[in-house]
Structures are given as structure tokens and as C-alpha cells.
Nanobody, 118 residues
Framework: QVQFEESGGGLVQPGGSLRLDCAVS????????MGWYRQVPGKERELVAD???????NYADAVKGRFTISRNNAKSTVSLQMNSLKPEDTAVYYC????????????WGQGTQVTVSS
């Protein structure tokens, strides 16, 4: 079983910044990838950014240059620094992790709301 402890999120004005943090309950040696996804009502959950065990990072085109993902291997944590936020970034953000024994399966955190509005 994989458990998550997410923090961050909230309400911010356009152009502002927020940081999301997530701790995963597995050791880093078990984890293939950690990242953040987001979902708005009526749409599928989409990848925002993730970081793989080999060090590669992936970003959605919509957030490149504005968001930065980072990880702490000693603590099995992943963070998402979100700058220059736009109203279209409003969504529920989910921490997700894939384990090395089933890399196609994403385990989900409970989600945290990010609202960008003036």
C-alpha cells in the first residue's frame, strides 16, 4: 500500500506563486516516478510534471517555464513550485507515484485544491 501526505495549495491571485509538497510512504528504492497531476470537473486527470528514478523530469507544455518539480530522495518527497500562476491552472492537484514493480500503475494522493483568481 502506498500512502501520501500532501500539503500546500489554496487561493492565489493571477501571477502569484504556490508550492505543493508530497511525502510518499515508500522508500525511494521502490519508487519509479513521483509527480503531480491535476483535474478539473468534466476533464480527465492530466500530468503536470513528474520526476523519474533516473533523474529525468517531464512537464506538460502548459506549465513549462513556470513550474519546477523537485524531489528529495532521502525523504521520498516531491515538490512542485508553481510561479506565474494563471486562472487556467485552477484545478485539484494530485500527488502520484509509480512503483518499480508496476510502472504503469499510478497511486494517488487525496488531492489539494489550487484556485487562481482575483
Amino acid at each position: 500500500q502506498v500512502q501520501f501526505e500532501e500539503s500546500g495549495g489554496g487561493l492565489v491571485q493571477p501571477g502569484g506563486s504556490l508550492r505543493l509538497d508530497c511525502a510518499v510512504s515508500r522508500t525511494i528504492s521502490d519508487i519509479y516516478a513521483m509527480g503531480w497531476y491535476r483535474q478539473v470537473p468534466g476533464k480527465e486527470r492530466e500530468l503536470v510534471a513528474d520526476t523519474l528514478s533516473g533523474g529525468r523530469t517531464n512537464y506538460a507544455d502548459a506549465v513549462k517555464g513556470r513550474f519546477t518539480i523537485s524531489r528529495n530522495n532521502a525523504k521520498s518527497t516531491v515538490s512542485l513550485q508553481m510561479n506565474s500562476l494563471k486562472p487556467e491552472d485552477t484545478a485539484v492537484y494530485y500527488c502520484g507515484a509509480r512503483m518499480k514493480w508496476a510502472t504503469s500503475v499510478v497511486h494517488w494522493g487525496q488531492g489539494t485544491q489550487v484556485t487562481v483568481s482575483s
